[in-house]
């Protein structure tokens, strides 16, 4: 063991000038070998390493960066339906100049209305990030969600229109009284009905759960239904939105009650009175396919059948 250890010093010794006895030789033998050893590491790997610079050398200039222009304000002509029950007898429009940026949401507008021009104003909101629903509203004659309405993208040389949405009691300026909305609801039983507790989780294959998977997406906000002009003149229909969620559960596997949603459908208020103008599908900030989900439940009543 010992004369190995010896014959290995030697040979390390030999490679790095160890017999000279020169402290520099030896230093320069053991960066040759680094070095030598790294170019054979790059040459296996098929890449290419950059030479160091020169002492000296001359570095390359660095391009300038040029300073980000900064977002241009500009203002917005906000015209808001408004109606105070104590004081009017009928809605009025009223309008507010607004500064805005482009990249701002029609809920930010309404906001600097509220905190810096007119406290009065009454809207809802929540979240702010297109997930409750709260907000939504006529803007320029559509339906949306005033959170996910970018000023950008209306043209901002003519007045913004922002009103409440239609079909449901007006309460105050943009806020509607939605009890008759739920109501509807919560009448298609929108809940998991299934009898017994088992053991563990009822399994579902990809398949099963992809056909209802669209109409899970429902945050109840009632820009499908007050869109829709049936629902306008027929305060009994039951709307969209009820038929989507009931489409929810008619078309689970797990469920066992969805005959009887069926049925509480299959009435001169539910699916037959859908007239299929779309209204509800263009105005669904979500991108259900509302109206493609009230035919499968038409097709469900006719063939008996919930492929």
């Not at 040759?32 to 390359?60: I, N, Y």
């Not at 906001?111 to 409750?132: M, N, T, Y």
């Not at 309460?171 to 509607?176: A, G, H, P």
């Not at 053991?199 to 899970?216: L, N, P, S, V």
Request: glycine share 6%.
């Amino acid at each position: 063991m010992a004369e190995s250890e010896k014959k290995n010093e030697d040979s390390i010794g030999t490679e790095f000038g160890a017999e000279t006895g020169d402290p520099g030789a030896q230093a320069q033998a053991a960066v040759d070998a680094t070095t030598a050893d790294s170019q054979a590491v790059s040459a296996s790997s098929g890449t290419e390493r950059a030479e160091p610079a020169e002492p000296g050398a001359a570095v390359a200039d660095v391009a300038p960066i040029e300073p980000v222009e900064e977002p241009q304000s500009f203002t917005v002509t906000v015209i808001v339906r408004r109606f105070d029950p104590e004081v009017d007898e009928e809605p009025r429009w009223v309008d507010y100049d607004v500064q805005m940026f482009s990249t701002e949401r029609i809920l930010d507008a309404l906001h600097r209305i509220k905190w810096e021009q007119d406290p009065s104003l009454a809207f809802r909101r929540s979240c702010a990030h297109g997930v409750c629903g709260s907000d939504a509203m006529r803007i320029n004659g559509k339906n949306r969600l005033a959170c996910k309405a970018l000023v950008k993208d209306f043209d901002t040389s003519k007045p913004i229109y922002v009103e409440a949405i239609k079909g449901l009691p007006l309460e105050k300026d943009l806020i509607v009284n939605m009890e008759p909305f739920f109501d509807s609801f919560r009448e298609i039983q929108p809940f998991l009905v299934a009898a017994g507790k088992p053991d563990k989780e009822r399994h579902q294959t990809i398949a099963q759960r992809e056909r209802f998977d669209d109409t899970t997406k429902c945050i109840l906000c009632a820009a499908c239904t007050t869109s829709c002009p049936i629902f306008w003149t027929d305060g009994q229909y039951f709307g969209p939105a009820a038929i989507v969620n009931a489409h929810r559960f008619i078309f689970d596997s797990r469920d066992e009650a969805s005959q009887v949603r069926l049925d509480i459908l299959n009435d001169r208020e539910g699916v037959w009175r859908c007239r299929t103008t779309f209204n509800c599908t263009d105005a669904c900030p979500r991108g259900i396919q509302v109206t493609k989900a009230i035919q499968e439940v038409k097709q469900a009543l006719v063939t008996g059948v919930r492929l």
